[in-house]
């Protein structure tokens, strides 16, 4: 299983950038779906998260909230984050997480993408 990001890249203060992460290899199903971020010294931090249910049942970090979307397209394996009105402490860089069922009945297991950056200048 691989988790692919794109999107990410160099913006002003107030603008927006959409991230997309999309998982292939032998998948059954994925249950939650979630971004992450880690700026230069700090910790990874969760910035929102998506469950399997459907695009009722999903939670921010209040540092996003209102300004970050998250969505997912299950037909494609795949989760978007929208993110507008972007600040400078929003620059780090962004992880998409996916828990997912592969064929063969293994326990469902932690993915993670490459990271994409996300500069935000002021």
């Given at each position: ?27 059954f199903?994925?249950n939650?779906m ?8 700090k910790q ?7 469950a ?40 780090a ?19 993670w ?9 002021s």
């Amino acid at each position: 299983v691989q988790l692919v990001e794109s999107g990410g890249g160099l913006v002003q203060a107030g603008g927006s950038l959409r991230l997309s992460c999309v998982a292939s290899g032998s998948i059954f199903s994925i249950n939650a779906m979630g971004w992450f971020r880690q700026a230069p010294g700090k910790q990874r931090e969760l910035v929102a998260i998506i469950a399997s249910s459907g695009t009722t049942n999903y939670a921010y970090s209040d540092s996003v909230k209102g300004r970050f979307a998250i969505y997912r397209d299950n037909a494609k394996n795949t989760v978007h984050l929208q993110m507008n009105r972007l600040k400078p402490e929003d620059t780090a860089v962004y992880y998409c997480k996916m828990v997912i069922r592969r064929y063969g009945g293994f326990p469902p297991g932690d993915y993670w993408g490459q990271g994409t950056q996300v500069t935000v200048s002021s």
